[in-house]
């Protein structure tokens, strides 16, 4: 393929020379006459092991043509990718200048392109501020007419790691392609035929989202070790063996297990213990702020589902799941009894479904919870879904699924037309017709 590649920094420059060893034409467009004048002597301007010789050989060889101005790569590509770079602005937010011209000077050149062609973003940058200070420029102006028509944006966001980019490029978890044209897919299968990976293709909020996702956990992963780090002396611990032991786990800890989006955390453990481990820290005197947010952040899960169900206009609610999981009777620091408990308070009619909780079953600190907490929640159960679902159409119910123990043929099945059900755990499709599903 033919390429016209913006920005020779480190995304630019590994991808140029890794696109180019593929058997791609790439046509490297930089302003910097400092960079252009070290790539013209076949180097690289960005330190990085074995870059030097692999950019040198697609210079040397033609494959890799340095220009200075985005007329000299568009006649000849069928695909632009851009990779100039998104620093912080002062408030965090993403610096969108370097991409704005870009796209102005590629939208002018397109004038004169009359084949149809792929624009693709591999800079990093939040959907939505894309939404609001890019793609505008791409569906007016010069390309108005041909905007989604034969003119196609993309996202196509890079999983690169200084140091050890090239192998990153080559031989990656998967290639990510956010889009919203069918017809832009093609190109990028073609584009990375040459690499042996899961081809993926998403919505540019979703592969937006995906880069931002990784790096995050990354470096939440750093800090997390970190935290534990700074505990050994207190705990008379080796911190390092601590997590290296932690690592062993292959189920819980280094796995998918607990990474799905849902409900908040609860039950005997987590809660318990994460309160133990930070006032440990508290009174020590060792800041932990990483471990210390995680209370306050599934605080505000069960915050937002309050505000979502006050927001939804139904005052009549049926709460399927009590117990803090699936699988389990353990109603202590369960969020659905927190959530039934404030929805209580704002004076909301409520009916829960739980089939795993029976008062008769229940033993030990469990039951003592039960009768000193929550005796009020437990006259609430109703023994068949269909008591919670079935509509009274003077008094609407919200369906509340705290707990993944229907399936969503059964709600669609004994829901009326339209019901409204808000989701907690994503165990039904969000196009689950005719119910309306929302989550928070």
Known sequence: ????????????????????????????????????????????????????ELLGEGIRTGSVIPVSTTEEAIPHTDIALICVGTPSRTDGTCETVQIQRVLEDVAAALRGHPNPYVIALRSTLPHPQLAAEVLPLLASGPLAERWEKDVFFALNPEFL?????????LNPPYLVVGTDHAKAIPVFRELYSGIDAPFVAVSPGTASLLKYACNSFHAMKVAFANEIGALERVFHADGGGVMDMLCEDRILNISPAY??????????????????????????????????????????????????????????????????????????????????????????????FDPEVRLEM??????????????????????????????????PALIVVGKAIVTAERLIDLCPAGARVLDLVRCLPVDAAPLEVLRL
């Open 362 to 395: 229940l033993q030990g600190r469990n039951l003592r919870y039960v009768e000193e907490h929550i005796p009020h929640l437990v006259s609430l159960l109703v023994e068949d879904l269909e008591d919670l679902v079935t509509d009274d159409p003077s008094k």
């Open 1 to 52: 393929m033919n390429i016209a590649l913006f920005g020779a920094g480190y995304v630019g420059c590994v991808s140029a020379a890794c696109l180019a060893s593929l058997g791609h034409q790439v046509w490297l467009v930089e302003i910097s006459d400092e960079k252009l004048r070290t790539l013209r002597a076949g180097c690289t301007p960005v330190a990085e092991p074995g870059l030097d």
């Open 259 to 352: 990474l799905r989006p849902g409900y908040a955390f609860g039950g005997s453990c987590l809660p318990k213990d994460l309160r133990a481990l930070t006032r440990t820290a508290v009174i020590h005197g060792i800041p932990t702020p990483l471990l210390s947010a995680v209370g306050p952040s599934n605080e505000s899960v069960i915050a937002r589902s309050v505000d979502l169900i006050g927001g939804a206009d139904r005052r009549r609610i049926g709460l399927i799941g009590l117990s803090f999981k699936s699988g389990t009777d353990d109603l202590r620091e369960s969020p659905l009894v927190e959530l039934a408990e404030r929805l209580l308070g704002k004076g909301f009619e409520i009916q829960i």
């Open 161 to 169: 790691r200084e140091g050890n980019a090239i192998e990153d490029f």
